[in-house]
């Protein structure tokens, strides 16, 4: 078992900054493939970014050139870097961690059997 827990969310105004952390117990080394989710209010969960087990980051177009995926492999720790942050970023966001070294198909949420419990963003204009 992987147990996850967010930290680091909060309330910004456009253009502002946040770095999100998620950190990993229990099982770590079941977390190879890792990746940041968000849900807004009556939306679909979607993928943010990934990190596979070899450091190859993905992002989804929404956040390319202002998101940053990274991991602290000593501290098990998974860290979002969130810069020039608009209202749209709002959500709650989550980590999701699952055994595979690659992340393939890594923006489906039914690939990750484990999930932390989100910290909310807020995003104001």
């Known amino acids: 078992q992987v147990q996850l827990v967010e930290s680091g969310g909060g309330s910004v105004q456009t253009g502002g900054s946040l770095r999100l952390s998620c950190a990993g117990s229990?099982?770590?080394?079941?977390?190879?493939?890792m990746a940041w989710f968000r849900q807004a209010p009556g939306k679909e969960r979607e993928g943010v970014a990934t990190?596979?087990?070899?450091?190859?980051?993905t992002y989804a177009d929404s956040v390319k050139g202002r998101f940053t995926i990274s991991k602290d492999d000593a501290n098990n720790t998974l860290y979002l870097q969130m810069n020039s942050l608009k209202p749209d970023d709002s959500a709650m966001y989550f980590c999701a961690a699952r055994l595979e070294r690659f992340c393939s198909d890594g923006y489906s949420p039914t690939r990750y059997p484990y999930w932390g419990q989100g910290t909310q963003v807020i995003v104001s204009s």
């Open positions: 990190r596979d087990w070899y450091g190859g980051a």
């Open positions: 229990g099982d770590s080394a079941s977390a190879r493939c």
